[in-house]
């Protein structure tokens, strides 16, 4: 049997540090995203599955990190800059692209207005994907264009009905779902739902009482930059 040839040591230390310097240069040209949702699993679910989803090769180009956080409104924009400087002093760069993910819920008319203010007056800017009032209305608007208030209370049952006759009279919606991205991606239509936020956005215009603008979501703007860039 012929014997393997010994590869000297000092090769492979070179081969070893030509490796761990070739994992740092694609680290340090991947543009980083941080996504910091007022949910803990609902809006992280969403965007975990989205992101896996994303074309081979997307997430070695770029690194895409989700966090929840049970805040909301001002909180949550504290909370994300807060991360964001963790992020920043442990990768020793700067996160390239931040975007906060809230909604109205039941929180004041100005926490909600003024969270939504400071995201744009930052600078940089911080993307803000608000929903008014949460976030399955963003689920809706892949079925239909809803142009009146929804109650959050109405959610559940709208989003019940728009799946039961795909998947079964049996099924019920759970708000800390793992699975909506991809039923509604069976199921619903991504661009029907970006047209459908694009048409309320029309609605409402430059106007800034964001609180009585319902409904109305920016999902899609954070969606539509993600979708972008895929090549």
């Known amino acids: 049997m012929a014997r393997k040839a010994k590869i000297p040591n000092e090769i492979k230390k070179r081969f070893i540090r030509e490796s761990q310097k070739r994992e740092r240069d694609i680290r340090t040209k991947r543009t980083y995203y941080l996504i910091v949702c007022e949910g803990e699993k609902t809006e992280p679910n969403y965007f975990e599955s989205l992101k896996q989803d994303l074309p081979k090769g997307i997430l070695t180009t770029y690194q895409i990190d989700i966090k929840g956080t049970g805040r909301n409104t001002q909180s949550l924009i504290d909370e994300a800059l807060r991360i964001k400087a963790k992020y920043e002093d442990n990768y020793n760069r700067p996160i390239d692209k931040l975007w906060t993910v809230f909604d109205k819920d039941s929180f004041s008319a100005k926490d909600f207005n003024d969270a939504i203010l400071r995201c744009k007056n930052a600078k940089p800017e911080i993307g803000c994907a608000w929903s008014n009032e949460a976030f399955e209305l963003w689920y809706l608007l892949h079925f239909h264009y809803y142009n009146s208030p929804v109650s959050r209370r109405d959610y559940q049952r709208l989003i019940e009905e728009n799946l039961q006759p795909h998947i079964g009279k049996g099924y019920r919606y759970k708000k800390n779902s793992e699975e909506m991205y991809f039923l509604l991606k ?12 694009k048409k309320l956005e029309e609605i409402y ?23 972008l860039l895929c090549p």
Do not use: C, H
């Open 186 to 197: 069976q199921y619903g239509s991504l661009e029907n739902a970006i047209r459908n936020a």
């Open 205 to 227: 215009g430059d106007g800034e009482d964001f609180a009585n603008q319902n409904p109305r979501t920016t999902i899609w703007m954070l969606i539509q930059e993600l979708r």
